[in-house]
């Protein structure tokens, strides 16, 4: 905030001219005094002479201040050569002078100073953006006028007398503008800040002028918005080239001159730091400019252009250009210049590809072509393979059905033999061995009718009857089954299912999925005790099932091998319970339905849950 001092000759701040009127006063009394000076009797004694002179000599001190002493000596000294010249010589004669001269004085001394201060308040009442004085050796403010104090949010009578240091907190500003502002001196102008009430700083320009030895008239003017803006424009311009600095890309600023108005640092770090040069300079390490001159045409047409050029360092460059308008209103050109060696060295490389590619290519089409009776060869193949294989599936699915029927046959009558023939005998040894049959042959039945249904549904050709089923009756339909058996063996059935759940399913194959997992949950069930829950909730599109049971549980490792063909979960039962296909079937069904099907457990002994999923439909 460097201060400056205004030289020349400078009007002092709206001085009012007191001088016109006392011209005449002046004139009149002093004619009247040298003319009473020649006819009194004796001029050099006479009291009331004395009185005319000092009214001239006063008046003439107080309104002209340095001019009005000569004039009042100049009177004096007329005076005292009337009495002279008139013969009246006596010691006597050289007092009026004397006090004439001292009275002048003291009445300059006083108008001048009454003058200053008429001339200090007018100057801070017609200050704009406020006015204030200050005292040059105490560095008091003797007084403000109201702009000022409304600036800093003080009232008029707070500043009085106030120290300066209070409001300018900027010592060095202070101490520069103080030694600038003496007596003599020119106006001083500096920008500076000043501290408001609230603490807030104020960016003024103050303009003082030392108006006597004792007192400096200030004015001020607000600059804080500007400098706030100009603060604000700095950050933005900082920012900016802080944005440019960091890409890989170089970016400048050009005049049309071809100068560098800016060069970001990948500019500088490439080519140098341009210093004044120019662009053909820098860039090239030539005198000339390049023709023609792509950026010139950037400037004539206002356009963006583009271009490649080749540095001799080997790199290639790509370039955008712009025009652009800076702050003052000239005309810029921004440059973007990309480092594209490595892609021109690319599409070189790739050029030399494309012309091998042609040449496989032709390789290839003669391979397509052989390829193409190939796979005609291979369909004819494919067809024939197929067709047997569809021809041993169905010989597969006949055998089953044909074995299935021819084992059924002979073992239904021995099923509905064997409970009359263990009533009949009565030797005990016999019983058991007929009850043995009688498992053994139960089991053949269930295996042979679990197998034959799940060739059925591993068949590529069943059809499912799907259908709308309200899923809480189905379950119920095949829980009237189970009525005596859980009876039997104390185990609780939860039906959990909301009413109106409905899902598209074939309503044979559902029963059989709720048979199989009930009897399942039954058959793993310890002690005949416990509890099977089966709920269902709808998730968007699916119907979520699930059948919990409190049994025996099971392991991570049969939880993997739970729904394979003839594995049973509990590996010490051979007593012919089960063929272990139940959960092979479930699955099987569910798959058929588009859901899925898997087992949880927290481990043996906490009982399982199977889960399945169906498509569900909104109830009609």
């Known amino acids: 905030m460097a201060p400056y001092t205004m030289k020349g000759p400078l009007l002092p701040l709206l001085e009012r001219d007191f001088q016109e009127p006392g011209k005449f006063l002046v004139a009149g009394t002093s004619g009247i005094a040298v003319l009473a000076a020649l006819l009194v009797e004796p001029p050099g004694t006479n009291l009331i002479l004395w009185l005319l002179l000092f009214i001239p000599a006063v008046t003439a001190g107080y309104l002209y201040y340095e001019r009005g002493l000569v004039a009042a000596t100049v009177l004096g000294l007329a005076c005292l050569g009337i009495t002279a010249l008139r013969a009246y010589p006596h010691p006597a004669i050289f007092l009026p002078f004397v006090a004439m001269v001292a009275l002048a004085s003291l009445a300059s001394t006083v108008g001048h100073s009454t003058r200053e201060r008429a001339r200090q308040r007018e100057a801070m009442g017609q200050g704009p953006g406020g006015a204030f004085l200050l005292r040059r050796e105490t560095r008091?403010?003797?007084?403000?006028?109201?702009?000022?104090?409304?600036?800093?949010?003080?009232?008029?009578?707070?500043?009085r007398e106030m120290p300066a240091s209070r409001l300018w907190l900027y010592a060095d500003d202070r101490e520069r503008f103080f030694f600038l502002a003496k007596p003599g001196e020119g106006s001083t102008i500096i920008e500076t800040q000043f501290v408001g009430r609230d603490g807030g700083t104020h960016w003024f320009v103050l303009w003082g002028r030392c108006i006597d030895d004792a007192v400096i008239s200030c004015r001020v003017s607000d600059i804080t918005r500007y400098k706030e803006t100009e603060a604000a424009l700095n950050a933005e311009h900082r920012r900016l080239f802080s944005v440019l600095d960091p890409p890989p890309a170089y970016v400048t600023l050009q005049r049309e001159d071809h100068t560098f108005r800016f060069a970001n640092r990948a500019f500088r770090e490439t080519f140098g730091n341009p210093e004044g040069r120019t662009c053909y300079e820098v860039q090239q390490g030539s005198r000339r400019p390049c023709r023609p001159c792509r950026g010139t045409l950037?400037?004539?047409?206002?356009?963006?252009?583009?271009?490649?050029?080749?540095?001799?360092?080997?790199?290639?460059?790509?370039?955008?250009?712009?025009?652009?308008?800076?702050?003052?209103?000239?005309?810029?050109?921004?440059?973007?210049?990309?480092?594209?060696?490595?892609?021109?060295?690319?599409?070189?490389?790739?050029?030399?590809?494309?012309?091998?590619?042609?040449?496989?290519?032709?390789?290839?089409?003669?391979?397509?072509?052989?390829?193409?009776?190939?796979?005609?060869?291979?369909?004819?193949?494919?067809?024939?393979?197929?067709?047997?294989?569809?021809?041993?599936?169905?010989?597969?699915?006949?055998?089953?059905?044909?074995?299935?029927?021819?084992?059924?046959?002979?073992?239904?009558?021995?099923?509905?033999?064997?409970?009359?023939?263990?009533?009949?005998?009565?030797?005990?040894?016999?019983?058991?061995?007929?009850?043995?049959?009688?498992?053994?042959?139960?089991?053949?039945?269930?295996?042979?009718?679990?197998?034959?249904?799940?060739?059925?549904?591993?068949?590529?050709?069943?059809?499912?009857?799907?259908?709308?089923?309200?899923?809480?009756?189905?379950?119920?339909?095949?829980?009237?089954?189970?009525?005596?058996?859980?009876?039997?063996?104390?185990?609780?059935?939860?039906?959990?299912?909301?009413?109106?759940?409905?899902?598209?399913?074939?309503?044979?194959?559902?029963?059989?999925?709720?048979?199989?997992?009930?009897?399942?949950?039954?058959?793993?069930?310890?002690?005949?005790?416990?509890?099977?829950?089966?709920?269902?909730?709808?998730?968007?599109?699916?119907v979520i099932v699930s059948v919990r049971d409190t049994g025996i549980g099971m392991t991570r490792d049969q939880l993997e091998r739970a729904f394979i063909e003839f594995y049973k979960a509990d590996a010490s039962r051979h007593d012919l319970d089960s063929p272990g296909l139940g959960l092979t079937i479930c699955r099987r069904i569910v798959e058929r339905h588009g859901g899925r099907i898997w087992a949880e457990s927290d481990g043996e002994g906490m009982g399982s849950t199977i889960i399945f999923s169906l498509e569900a439909i909104d109830e009609p």
């Open 140 to 159: 008091t403010i003797a007084d403000a006028n109201q702009d000022f104090a409304e600036l800093l949010g003080y009232a008029q009578e707070d500043l």
């Open 298 to 542: 950037v400037f004539t047409l206002k356009s963006p252009q583009r271009w490649e050029w080749d540095h001799m360092n080997g790199n290639t460059y790509e370039v955008h250009a712009y025009p652009f308008t800076d702050t003052d209103g000239s005309n810029l050109m921004l440059q973007l210049g990309i480092d594209i060696t490595q892609r021109v060295q690319a599409e070189e490389a790739l050029k030399g590809f494309a012309g091998n590619l042609q040449v496989k290519n032709r390789e290839l089409e003669v391979l397509r072509s052989q390829l193409c009776v190939v796979n005609q060869d291979l369909d004819a193949m494919v067809r024939e393979r197929t067709a047997d294989v569809e021809k041993l599936l169905t010989q597969k699915d006949e055998f089953i059905s044909q074995l299935g029927h021819d084992l059924k046959t002979p073992l239904t009558p021995l099923v509905a033999l064997m409970p009359g023939l263990l009533q009949r005998e009565q030797d005990p040894e016999l019983r058991r061995l007929l009850e043995i049959a009688g498992h053994n042959v139960t089991y053949m039945k269930d295996l042979v009718q679990k197998t034959l249904q799940l060739a059925r549904m591993n068949s590529l050709y069943i059809e499912l009857d799907l259908e709308p089923l309200n899923l809480r009756t189905e379950l119920d339909n095949t829980l009237r089954n189970y009525t005596v058996p859980l009876k039997a063996k104390a185990i609780v059935l939860d039906n959990n299912i909301p009413p109106g759940i409905t899902v598209r399913a074939d309503r044979v194959l559902l029963g059989e999925i709720f048979n199989n997992l009930i009897a399942n949950a039954v058959k793993y069930t310890e002690n005949a005790t416990g509890t099977i829950a089966i709920d269902a909730a709808r998730r968007q599109d699916v």
